[in-house]
């Protein structure tokens, strides 16, 4: 089965930066696109940027000019670089990832555990 591995999260200051990283393994035929979301205490999960197989991004009118989405294809993984970090962005954040497992399968969303990012003020 496929397990995707975060890394990277941590705590900042206000107005500095992290990076993180989410690695997809076991069977995988194709990745059509990756993606982070985030969810804070108390509100829902939502969506922060994505990233697909053309190099097509999106990203949430909050994050926008601040956060960058990346991928290494060879390496299955995709990055988000934070900068200028604001207490808002506080947050769980998930990496997930849309894989077909082999090639008569459907594609399907895979999650990985969350890594923790709190940013002080």
């Known amino acids: 089965q496929v397990q995707l591995v975060e890394s990277g999260g941590g705590l900042a200051q206000a107005g500095g930066s992290l990076r993180l990283s989410c690695a997809a393994s076991?069977?995988?035929?194709?990745?059509?696109?990756m993606a982070w979301y985030r969810q804070a205490p108390g509100s829902q999960r939502e969506f922060v940027a994505r990233?697909?197989?053309?190099?097509?991004?999106n990203y949430a009118d909050s994050v926008k000019g601040r956060f960058t989405i990346s991928r290494d294809d060879a390496k299955n993984a995709v990055y988000l670089q934070m900068n200028s970090l604001k207490p808002e962005d506080t947050a769980v954040y998930y990496c997930?990832?849309?894989?077909?497992?082999?090639?008569?399968?459907?594609?399907?969303?895979?999650w990985g555990q969350g890594t923790q990012v709190t940013v002080s003020s």
């Open positions: 997930n990832a849309e894989i077909r497992s082999t090639h008569w399968a459907t594609l399907f969303n895979y």
């Open positions: 990233i697909r197989t053309d190099g097509v991004t």
């Open positions: 076991g069977t995988i035929f194709s990745i059509n696109a």
